[in-house]
């Protein structure tokens, strides 16, 4: 039997699960937590949507067929760069900001579906990667190719954002 346990920080639990935690645990092999996946995250606006399709604003220059091919190119590069060195877990971009929902649920579990306050939104995450590395100077690393990646001047260049992917410790039972 595996036991995985998400909580790092048993202090933060109730009183009554941290006592079925411990007991869980009492008697088996704990392996040590790593964070060895990272998430990097790329964030962009509603209108950084728009100029890529053409239409200049407030935020930046529309975009041409050049300025696309050149991150394409740019990314895909990027993408298989780190794919054949084993390190590529997994890669999209999402689809503009306007076509997210935000979901709840009401009282009986049956989903309530809004449109997503995106466009007024400051940043949002415009893509991501998730990588299996030694350690968080990789990570970065990977980070630091992405930022540089090519935009059209005057457009925005946001930071990459990268964040430990989770995983609790593994118990043996």
């Not at 092999?29 to 790593?34: F, G, I, R």
């Not at 998730?130 to 190719?145: L, Q």
Request: net charge negative; with cysteine; hydrophobic share 45%.
């Amino acid at each position: 039997m595996r036991l995985a346990v998400a909580f790092r920080d048993v202090s933060r639990m109730d009183e009554g699960l941290r006592r079925l935690v411990r007991e869980a645990l009492r008697g088996h092999e704990q392996k040590e937590w790593h964070a060895m996946k990272y998430m990097l995250m790329v964030l962009g606006k509603q209108e950084d949507y728009a100029a890529m399709s053409g239409a200049a604003g407030a935020g930046g220059p529309a975009w041409t067929e050049a300025d696309l091919k050149a991150m394409f190119a740019y990314m895909e590069a990027l993408n298989n760069d780190i794919s054949e060195a084993g390190e590529l877990v997994a890669a999209e971009g999402l689809a503009s900001p306007r076509l997210a929902k935000l979901v709840t649920a009401n009282a009986d579990g049956t989903p309530v579906v809004s449109d997503g306050p995106y466009g007024e939104a400051k940043e949002v995450l415009a893509g991501f990667w998730i990588v299996d590395v030694p350690d968080f100077a990789r990570a970065a690393e990977i980070a630091a190719r992405a930022y540089l990646c090519p935009v059209p001047e005057g457009s925005p260049n946001y930071p990459v954002v990268v964040q430990p992917v989770g995983e609790g410790p593994t118990i043996e039972a």
